[in-house]
């Protein structure tokens, strides 16, 4: 499975980005999928986690509430909807696959190459 991240910029405190993530390959609905970021100087932390089929999400304290993470198995693609975002946020996101529901980055085979979110005050 190869992903590739897109949908990253820049945006005001209080605004809104989506980012997507799109697999190659047949196996992606047989995968959960994560999102994680990395700050500047700080390691990767976990944001928040979808299962195969859609129907278990879960997320980081800091960013329940503001963000959505949804998947399209026909689209071979998932996404992560950000609102009232914070300069807290600003970080590179990443996108992963792992066989099972887990919050460890370890855990993940696959990984996108990252796309960047710069949110200003």
């Known amino acids: 499975v190869q992903l590739q991240a897109s949908g990253g910029g820049s945006v005001q405190a209080g605004g809104s980005l989506r980012l997507s993530c799109t697999a190659s390959?047949?196996?992606?609905?047989?995968?959960?999928l994560g999102w994680f970021r990395q700050a500047p100087g700080k390691e990767r932390e976990f944001v928040a986690l979808?299962?195969?089929?859609?129907?278990?999400?879960a997320y980081e304290d800091s960013v329940k509430g503001r963000f959505t993470i949804s998947r399209d198995n026909a689209k071979n693609t998932v996404y992560l909807q950000m609102n009232s975002l914070k300069p807290e946020d600003t970080a590179v996101y990443y996108c992963?696959?792992?066989?099972?529901?887990?919050?460890?980055?370890?855990?993940?085979?696959?990984w996108g190459q990252g796309t960047l979110v710069t949110v200003s005050s």
């Open positions: 992963a696959a792992a066989p099972y529901l887990t919050r460890q980055s370890e855990d993940y085979y696959y």
């Open positions: 979808i299962g195969r089929t859609g129907s278990g999400t």
């Open positions: 390959g047949r196996a992606f609905s047989t995968y959960a």
